[in-house]
């Protein structure tokens, strides 16, 4: 290599990297606040969405939610399954959620059948999806946002940020959740400000220990046409 074209190398490098920095840098030009007021843009936007939700575990003689894994949409609809505790039993169902009714296929059945979510302590998944009181509005709830570590997935870099959630709005997710209580929470972002993960802790029911619940999210943008059984 000449001389001439040494240099011409050594001036455009810079460039080059400047070019590859990606979504990243413009993420972190936001503060917390902007970051996570564009996340809950993002899943209100999104047509649909892969979410899990689970519980670390329940208090001995609790009725409530264990877990849940399915996809919501805007409909307002969710298509997965849930698994509750209830009489000191674990079961899991098939559940889709759909114009303000909840089918399931409750154990020993073969065959959906319409449930009152409340019985379980469970919400009404399909209104994980909204707006104004689903896990979205926990994004622009939270108070006292602190940024903390990035954390790696494989080849991704993701931000956090933590602060307290007040109970009236947990409870619009979980309804069990203690209203007149405060919960520890820390959301996960990509770099293009997509909410990838929350984790809640607090006192999830009544005169027992806290529960810790992660809710996760992927796919976006999944298109699912779901129906009433």
Same mark, same amino acid.
């Given at each position: 290599m000449n001389r001439a074209a040494g240099l011409l190398l050594a001036l455009l490098a810079p460039?080059?990297?400047?070019?590859?920095g990606g979504g990243g840098d413009e993420a972190t030009d936001l503060t917390p606040e902007e970051?996570?007021?564009e996340a809950k843009t993002a899943l209100d936007e999104t047509s649909g969405v892969h979410i899990t939700l689970e519980a670390d575990r329940l208090p001995p003689g609790i009725? #409530?939610?264990?877990?849940?894994?399915?996809?919501? !949409?805007?409909?307002?609809a969710f298509e997965g399954d849930?698994? %509750?505790?209830? +009489?000191?039993?674990?079961a899991k169902a098939a559940v889709i959620a759909v114009d303000g009714t909840v089918?399931?296929?409750?154990?020993?059945?073969?065959?959906?059948?319409?449930?009152?979510?409340?019985?379980?302590?469970?919400?009404d998944p399909a209104?994980?999806?909204? #707006?104004?009181?689903?896990?979205?509005?926990?994004? !622009?709830?939270?108070?006292?946002?602190?940024e903390g570590d990035d %954390?790696?997935? +494989?080849e991704e870099v993701l931000s956090t940020f933590s602060g307290t959630l007040p109970g009236d709005v947990v409870a619009g997710v979980i309804p069990s959740a203690q209203t007149d209580a405060e919960f520890d929470t820390t959301f996960t972002l990509d770099d293009g400000n997509q909410l990838t993960e929350v984790v809640i802790t607090g006192p999830f029911y009544p005169n027992a220990d806290p529960v810790t619940y992660t809710v996760g999210f992927d796919e976006y +943008?999944?298109?699912?046409?779901?129906?009433?059984p």
């Open positions: 460039l080059a990297l400047a070019s590859c970051r996570l007021a009725n #409530g939610l264990l877990s849940a894994d399915g996809v919501g !949409t805007h409909a307002p849930i698994q %509750v505790t209830t +009489g000191g039993l674990t089918y399931a296929v409750l154990p020993f059945t073969t065959d959906y059948a319409p449930i009152d979510p409340a019985d379980y302590q469970a919400p209104k994980l999806m909204s #707006g104004e009181g689903g896990l979205s509005s926990l994004l !622009t709830s939270v108070e006292g946002i602190e %954390v790696r997935r +494989g +943008g999944t298109d699912q046409d779901i129906t009433a």
